[in-house]
């Protein structure tokens, strides 16, 4: 029996703005097992990416509580916050934020290097995760000479480089052609279905939510 991942209770979002108060999110109630695929579908401009990242302690709720793994991540502060996320959470992004003047390998092998694990470390496991995403043979190119699919692809695998508990993932198929885009897909249900590895899964893309082993529709500021 899976074990309770996250708990979300009674989650809101505000926005305060010099004339008005928006609310974004309007009490979300939500349980997440481990091992779990999820995909969180909705309009734009229904919240789906304002609870993704506080589900990533990139953000905080107006009222609510988030608990990941029985931690209760409304009372951390900021550096607990970036702690948590280096400890448990891979993050991907629409915009893969690679940094152009390093190559494939050390892009990856980064966020290891940035946790204080020796080069050599850091580096094999990287070349793991590339080869789980495909992109091993590419270690040695420069980021820039890469199409926009292995881009994301190399995003992907530095996201798993520092072996996270959950993947969240925001529109990473977003700026790919269909072809990229059911590869990276495809990845993302391997890695759930091979290796256990809970994905939460933001986007627009149906066919990317269908692959996910259960859609959720954010409508309103609340999970329909």
């Given at each position: 029996m899976n074990k309770l991942l996250y708990k979300v209770e009674g989650v809101t979002k505000d926005i305060v703005l010099p004339n008005e108060r928006l609310s974004i999110l309007k009490g979300v109630n939500l349980?997440?097992?481990?091992?779990?695929?999820?995909?969180?579908?909705?309009?734009?401009?229904?919240?789906?990416?304002?609870?993704?990242h506080i589900l990533g302690g990139l953000d905080r709720p107006s009222l609510g509580r988030v608990f990941f793994k029985g931690m209760d991540l409304t009372s951390m502060d900021e550096s607990q916050?970036?702690?948590?996320?280096?400890?448990?959470i891979g993050f991907v992004f629409q915009f893969h934020h690679l940094l152009a003047e390093f190559n494939v390998l050390e892009n990856v092998?980064?966020?290891?290097?940035?946790?204080?694990?020796?080069?050599?470390?850091?580096?094999?496991?990287?070349i793991f995760v590339l080869g789980l995403v495909g992109m091993e043979k590419k270690k040695k190119q420069m980021v820039n000479t890469l199409s926009g699919g292995e881009r994301q692809l190399v995003a992907l695998a530095r996201s798993l480089v520092g072996e996270p508990e959950v993947v969240l993932a925001d529109e990473?198929?977003?700026?790919?052609?269909?072809?990229?885009?059911?590869?990276?897909g495809e990845i993302f249900k391997n890695l759930?279905?091979?290796m256990g590895l809970t994905i939460i899964v933001?986007?627009?893309?149906?066919?990317?939510?269908?692959?996910?082993?259960?859609?959720?529709?954010l409508k309103h500021g609340?999970?329909?």
């Open positions: 349980n997440i097992k481990k091992g779990e695929s999820v995909a969180i579908v909705g309009a734009s401009g229904s919240g789906k990416s304002t609870l993704l916050r970036a702690l948590f996320r280096n400890k448990y092998a980064m966020p290891m290097i940035i946790r204080g694990i020796k080069r050599k470390k850091a580096y094999k496991r990287a990473p198929t977003g700026n790919l052609d269909g072809e990229n885009a059911a590869k990276v759930n279905q091979d933001v986007t627009h893309n149906m066919e990317l939510a269908n692959l996910m082993g259960r859609v959720l529709k609340k999970i329909q």
